[in-house]
């Protein structure tokens, strides 16, 4: 069976500058969140609050969303549906060409790269261009991000002086952040004028109000949302939320968990396109819902847990192996923790089930989430249902897909000693006898590892010579 | 898309009838959440407190906070314009801030060039985006906890003031300073009453971390925030 | 960075009165690996005058086929324990990893089980070694060692589960000889994870690395942990590190031996 995870993992471990970036930047976000949840009986709090307020939109996911289409409605964005990719990308390509547009600016968006959206779009010559900083160097080295809140966070500076020098005219190499960033700010304010449409994603979406609510520090989804005449917002479904009352604490945990920040500096509250007797904003604003998998998600008593997440990042920072792999060993959009628990959902365990194994059940992840996922569990769940034997009664794409007779027979052997005492008592008598003559190579285990030594008596067998113990 | 819709919404009710009565709260348990939510995180500071407070948090995020008064503000910006040397401003006419800067700091300074914001963007947007230097608005309220301006943008002050130009100046009335964000949706209403177009919360100038974690400020919008507190 | 502001406070055992009795699950690393810990942990409990017992019907508390998904096999398996273990008194455990299945695991295991009572109950009893020694007994220790500087690798599970960190230094601190350090990124997972460090060897050989090379640069003698995983892994890697080059070795052992040794002529 081909493990693409494995081999990716292997070639990241092997870039020494690559593990130094994600090691620094993890080291570096790790100590921000921190640092902003000192108070730790207020951060448990706030954790039960976020939990809660997801919990119950979970719980009416159908009548919210039913309540956001309505209100933004009247609010007059118009609202889309999409249940895969390609019909997002068609909506979004259709409300483009209705506008004759030909350049997209687009703030951050993971769903936006979960449908592959700039591809579609210059496969029909439209550009499309990333307006965050990170996507924005992202984008220029061809790349994809490798993170889902800090896009170029494998990269050092010197390799963006690099690129920035290679790939913009009359760009001297410099080092100096502000430089750098500068360039950026000249070549995509030029962009923000010309554009005719702009593109982006949605943090929450009120519906109560139907507002939809954008976090950031840039700047550049304001611009995004305001200068160019069309606004085309897209998001998963699971971004509604029932009230504007349940912002407060779901933003505090947000901003804090993903960047260590008590609050980023916009937090951008869009209710409807331009009035008539306003100066700027949009013309027209669309709110483009997309399922791709999360009505199936859905489906499952422990797997739809998935879609509490906020996608604040925080697991991926916690993660010692995505610390050490970094985002694209994944080959996934979203990568670390919360990615492979996605993923596999989204695409399929036949697909993507090997990354569930990429996860030593640490639980850090789970620590940190901010609106507590057990995502250890719905990484074991998921191992779980990839081996399952029954998969037709699974909701889960590709159940039952990685299940072969032969590790399915290692693990009833298994069973069947452990399980009887006995014969547990007659294998480990002769593991013990016979433990001496286990060769010094055991396969991976023992190419960084000594061998572990087998003891001449079980404890099992230490115990029976006391003469005060039962059999 | 109607289909789309149908088909989502009918797969979503399908497995909700299912797991409803395992994962879904009663109206009860969920009002009173609501409830210890705001009572947990409501804050009672004292009028100094909350002061210190607020320019504590907005100063962390580099913006610039000077005390000053209802009568004595202009003075004080045409030193900081003549410091500064910011010659190009953005107003607009139709608030009290904005005709004050026109009358006070423009007549002061016959060099200043000032355009109001009375055009809408299409025909404003190569002037807005290259010539000016600075703009000045008026907040509609502020948050002490986390140092944030409430900023709501209308046909007054239109949404790009705070956003396009280099340097934004913000006039905020001390008395508009509440604790948290909670206090604001309380207060506003908007729950009930619906929201502005556009409502922002503004917590320092325009910044980014995205090039090795190195704080570089200016990204896409403001390189400084001033906020002059009357 | 700290390690003991990072015990969440999940675990409520509370200081009961002393048992008389309690069973004691040995583990299945422990049983073919490690015996002289289990012993080691064995007779500190009865040097408090309380009786343990080891059922021989104990075998493993079913993790492994558990986190790679096979669910019935752990379920099978479990419930041997669970049978062996019966009386309703504590069940000791040398290991953060298996008594985190045990106590959190087990009613999951079972929620949609005729034994679900039974798993909920059982998990109950379920008390990790340093917490039983620290918490229960409020052992004292007599420190008979040399000085020595030791370095405390926490599990995972210790640490996150069953929030055991705090025991474990506490029954350190008590040793007067011991200078315990702490390496830097306590906190983080040494890549051990089972099956984990089978299926994907080389991230987990990063890991381990990273970990080993944490310890060494506290200039720790000795490396201890309440869980045999983890210090099979860092164990095979120290010594392993050992052949390529001269450094000093660390030698490692669990806690409940490494106490032992030291409070015992």
Same mark, same amino acid.
């Given at each position: 069976?081909?493990?693409?995870?494995?081999?990716?993992?292997?070639?990241?471990?092997?870039?020494?500058?690559?593990?130094?970036?994600?090691?620094?930047?993890?080291?570096?976000?790790?100590?921000?969140?921190?640092?902003?949840?000192?108070?730790?009986?207020?951060?448990?709090?706030?954790?039960?609050?976020?939990?809660?307020?997801?919990?119950?939109?979970?719980?009416?996911?159908?009548?919210?969303?039913?309540?956001?289409?309505?209100?933004?409605?009247?609010?007059?964005i118009q609202v889309h549906w999409a249940e895969t990719p390609e019909q997002a990308c068609e909506i979004i390509h259709g409300i483009i060409e209705q506008n004759n547009g030909k350049l997209a600016v687009k703030g951050k968006s993971m769903v936006s790269?979960?449908?592959?959206?700039?591809?579609?779009?210059?496969?029909?010559?439209?550009?499309?261009?990333?307006?965050?900083?990170?996507?924005?160097?992202?984008?220029l080295a061809q790349e994809t991000p490798s993170h889902i809140i800090m896009p170029a966070i494998h990269k050092s500076k010197s390799q963006i002086a690099t690129l920035f020098n290679a790939t913009i005219p009359d760009t001297p190499y410099t080092e100096n952040v502000d430089e750098l960033i500068g360039t950026g700010r000249r070549i995509l304010r030029e962009k923000f004028q010309k554009a005719d449409i702009g593109i982006s994603g949605?943090?929450?979406?009120?519906?109560?109000?139907?507002?939809?609510?954008? &976090?950031?520090?840039?700047?550049?989804?304001?611009?995004?949302?305001? &200068?160019?005449?069309?606004?085309?917002?897209?998001?998963?479904?699971?971004? &509604?939320?029932?009230?504007?009352?349940?912002?407060?604490?779901?933003?505090?945990?947000?901003?804090?968990?993903?960047?260590?920040?008590?609050?980023?500096?916009?937090?951008?509250?869009?209710?409807?396109?331009?009035?008539?007797?306003?100066?700027?904003?949009?013309?027209?604003?669309?709110?483009?819902?997309?399922?791709?998998?999360?009505?199936r998600m859905y489906q499952h008593p422990e797997l739809r847990e998935t879609l509490r997440c906020i996608r604040c990042?925080?697991?991926?920072?916690?993660c010692p192996v995505y610390t050490r792999i970094g985002g694209h060993a994944y080959g996934t959009v979203y990568p670390g923790p919360i990615g492979q628990v996605v993923m596999p959902q989204i695409n399929g365990l036949d697909q993507q089930g090997e990354m569930t194994e990429g996860c030593s059940l640490n639980g850090a992840c789970g620590e940190v989430c901010p609106v507590e996922i057990p995502l250890p569990d719905l990484i074991r769940k998921l191992r779980e249902e990839r081996v399952q034997p029954q998969p037709a009664e699974s909701p889960v794409n590709g159940a039952g897909s990685h299940r072969t007779r032969v590790e399915a027979t290692a693990w009833r052997f298994w069973r069947w000693v452990y399980q009887h005492p006995e014969l547990y008592r007659i294998v480990t008598w002769w593991a013990t006898r016979l433990g001496s003559m286990l060769p010094n190579r055991l396969g991976p285990w023992t190419r960084t590892r000594v061998k572990p030594v087998i003891a001449r008596q079980s404890l099992h067998e230490i115990m029976r010579e006391r003469s005060n113990q039962p059999d | 898309m109607t289909s789309a819709k149908q088909n989502i919404l009918a797969r979503l009710k399908a497995a909700q009838t299912r797991q409803h009565r395992n994962s879904a709260l009663d109206q009860a348990g969920v009002n009173q959440i609501a409830a210890n939510r705001i009572k947990e995180t409501s804050r009672a500071y004292t009028e100094t407190d909350?002061?210190?407070?607020? @320019? @504590?948090?907005?100063?962390?995020?580099?913006?610039?906070?000077?005390?000053? @008064?209802?009568?004595?503000?202009?003075?004080?910006?045409?030193?900081?314009?003549? @410091?500064?040397?910011?010659t190009h401003w953005l107003y607009s006419e139709k608030t009290e801030t904005g005709r004050?800067?026109?009358?006070d700091v423009c007549t002061a300074l016959p060099a200043l060039e000032a355009i109001p914001y009375s055009t809408p963007v299409e025909q404003l947007k190569e002037t807005l985006f290259n010539q000016i230097d600075a703009a000045i608005t008026e907040a509609h309220g502020a948050i002490a906890e986390t140092g944030t301006l409430v900023i709501i943008p209308g046909p007054e002050e239109p949404r790009l003031m705070s956003l396009v130009p280099p340097v934004h100046v913000v006039l905020l009335r001390k008395s508009k300073i509440i604790d948290t964000f909670d206090q604001l949706l309380e207060q506003e209403n908007w729950s009930e009453a619906g929201l502005p177009t556009n409502v922002l919360l503004i917590s320092g100038p325009s910044k980014t971390a995205d090039i090795q974690q190195t704080l570089a400020y200016g990204a896409h919008g403001p390189k400084s925030l001033i906020v002059i507190l009357i | 960075m700290n390690a003991l502001s990072d015990t969440p406070p999940e675990f409520e055992q509370t200081k009961t009165q002393k048992p008389d009795r309690v069973y004691f699950f040995g583990t299945c690393l422990i049983d073919l690996f490690y015996p002289d810990?289990?012993?080691?942990?064995?007779?500190?409990?009865?040097?408090?005058?309380?009786?343990?017992?080891?059922?021989?019907?104990?075998?493993?508390?079913?993790?492994?086929?558990?986190?790679?998904?096979?669910?019935?096999?752990?379920?099978?398996?479990?419930?041997?324990?669970?049978?062996?273990?019966?009386?309703?008194?504590?069940?000791?455990?040398?290991?953060?990893?298996?008594?985190?299945?045990?106590?959190?695991?087990?009613p999951e295991l079972f929620k949609n089980h005729l034994r679900a009572k039974q798993a909920q109950a059982f998990s109950e009893r379920i008390i990790e070694w340093s917490a039983f020694l620290h918490r229960v007994l409020q052992i004292k220790l007599e420190d008979l060692g040399q000085p020595t500087r030791v370095a405390l690798h926490t599990s995972c599970s210790a640490r996150r589960e069953?929030?055991?960190?705090?025991?474990?230094?506490?029954?350190?601190?008590?040793?007067?000889?011991?200078?315990?350090?702490?390496?830097?990124?306590?906190?983080?997972?040494?890549?051990?994870?089972?099956?984990?460090?089978?299926?994907?060897?080389?991230?987990?050989?990063?890991?381990?690395?990273?970990k080993c090379n944490a310890i060494k640069q506290t200039g720790a003698e000795m490396l201890v942990s309440g869980d045999c995983g983890c210090l099979m892994n860092l164990e095979g890697t120290l010594k392993k590190s050992a052949e390529y080059s001269s450094a000093h070795t660390i030698d490692s052992t669990h806690l409940a031996q490494f106490i032992w040794q030291r409070v015992s002529k």
């Open positions: 069976m081909s493990a693409p995870f494995r081999d990716q993992a292997i070639h990241a471990l092997q870039d020494e500058q690559l593990r130094e970036n994600f090691r620094g930047a993890m080291d570096f976000l790790q100590g921000k969140r921190k640092a902003v949840f000192s108070d730790t009986i207020e951060l448990e709090n706030l954790r039960q609050q976020g939990h809660q307020i997801k919990a119950e939109a979970l719980a009416n996911l159908p009548e919210l969303l039913e309540q956001l289409d309505s209100q933004c409605s009247k609010n007059g790269e979960e449908i592959g959206l700039n591809h579609y779009l210059e496969a029909r010559g439209i550009e499309c261009l990333e307006s965050d900083m990170g996507e924005y160097i992202v984008q949605v943090n929450f979406a009120v519906a109560e109000t139907g507002t939809l609510c954008l &976090v950031e520090n840039e700047g550049n989804g304001r611009m995004c949302t305001t &200068v160019p005449p069309v606004h085309i917002a897209i998001t998963g479904i699971e971004k &509604v939320i029932p009230r504007l009352s349940d912002l407060p604490p779901l933003l505090s945990l947000l901003t804090r968990s993903a960047t260590g920040q008590l609050i980023t500096t916009y937090f951008n509250l869009i209710s409807s396109p331009r009035k008539p007797d306003e100066k700027d904003g949009p013309e027209a604003v669309h709110l483009v819902l997309l399922d791709n998998g999360r009505s990042g925080a697991c991926m920072n916690h | 909350r002061l210190n407070k607020f @320019t @504590t948090a907005l100063q962390a995020s580099h913006a610039e906070v000077i005390d000053c @008064t209802k009568d004595e503000w202009p003075k004080m910006l045409i030193g900081l314009i003549e @410091t500064r040397k910011l004050r800067f026109s009358q | 810990a289990g012993l080691s942990a064995i007779q500190l409990i009865e040097r408090e005058g309380v009786n343990v017992i080891f059922p021989q019907a104990q075998s493993c508390c079913g993790q492994p086929p558990y986190n790679s998904g096979y669910r019935e096999e752990a379920i099978q398996v479990a419930k041997v324990q669970m049978d062996a273990l019966h009386e309703s008194i504590p069940v000791v455990v040398p290991s953060g990893s298996c008594a985190g299945m045990m106590k959190f695991h087990y069953m929030g055991v960190t705090e025991d474990g230094l506490a029954l350190l601190r008590q040793l007067q000889q011991v200078d315990l350090a702490e390496p830097e990124r306590a906190s983080e997972c040494c890549g051990f994870g089972g099956t984990f460090s089978v299926k994907q060897p080389e991230i987990a050989a990063s890991m381990a690395a990273d």
